[in-house]
């Protein structure tokens, strides 16, 4: 992309944060998926407006729903893709789908902060839309996949206007040294990203394998975690599990009750999981 079709952010909430008060005042509506990261409505309601909640199909973003509830009032849609938190993504088709039916009034957010680790075929980016689409933006975040979560160095892709529209709002002097240095540095470093990649696709099929064998339930995933059913038990699970040292997030708060979400780390991390996991069960 060129220099003026990005802007970057002490991390990409930074960046949630200025769409919203560039693009929402009181009375507009944003549309949000019912299963997805929670600081999308607060960003949104922090600047007055009123969030309506899509469907969901299964585990996965319902973009016809989306469009169904879209209307002149609608100033935002927030996807993320893949889906935080539970790991799926939509394909290009959906994508093409959403952005045709919706007016240009409407900016369309695809938080991209999972999409380095998607296998499957038929994604893309949001990136390539933004040159004939004006009013598509996509979010980025080199906490992931790049591993400098903490340092916050998060960035916008989006059409000209869009970023010169935030960039006016932008606190002059958002980001330090070290973030600015370090996220160039972890860009340029194409080997560490695919080695991540690799550790994080083999541990993603190991998990998937180990607990297919404990008769447990999951979400495939297109992200560096995975949502695993455990049922009625789950909480007592998350419990002893953090008594063992394994660190899960329980997922009560997104209404998913009985999983619990589990991060892909190292190998000798995941077969720690696996361990402890079976000792609880």
Known sequence: CRSDQIVAGNGSDEILDLLCRAYLV??????????????????????????????MDGFAVDVDDIIEKASEKTGIVFVANPNNPTGTCLKQADILKLVSALPPETLIVLDEAYAAFVRE????????????????????????????????????VAGEPVISTISRIKPP????????????????????LKQTLEVTWQGLDYLYEEVGRLGLAYVPSQTNFVLIHIGERYLQV?????????????????????????????????????RALREVL
């Open 121 to 156: 075929k038929g994604f893309m980016s949001a990136v390539k839309l933004i040159d004939e689409h004006s009013n598509v933006a996509t979010i980025h975040t080199l906490s992931k996949s790049h591993g400098l979560a903490g340092l916050r160095v998060g960035f916008c």
């Open 238 to 274: 998350y419990e002893e599990l953090l008594k063992r040292g394994i660190i899960t997030r329980a997922m009560t708060s997104f209404g998913l009750d009985g999983y619990l979400r589990v991060s892909i780390g190292l190998p000798g991390e995941n077969e720690a999981f696996v």
């Open 26 to 55: 009181p009375g507009r509506e944003v549309i949000i998926p019912a299963l997805t990261f929670s600081y999308y409505r607060i960003a949104s309601l922090v600047c007055g407006a009123e969030v309506v909640v899509s469907a």
């Open 173 to 192: 002097f958002n980001m330090n040294i070290m973030a600015l240095k370090a996220g160039a540095a972890a860009l340029g470093d194409k080997e560490f």
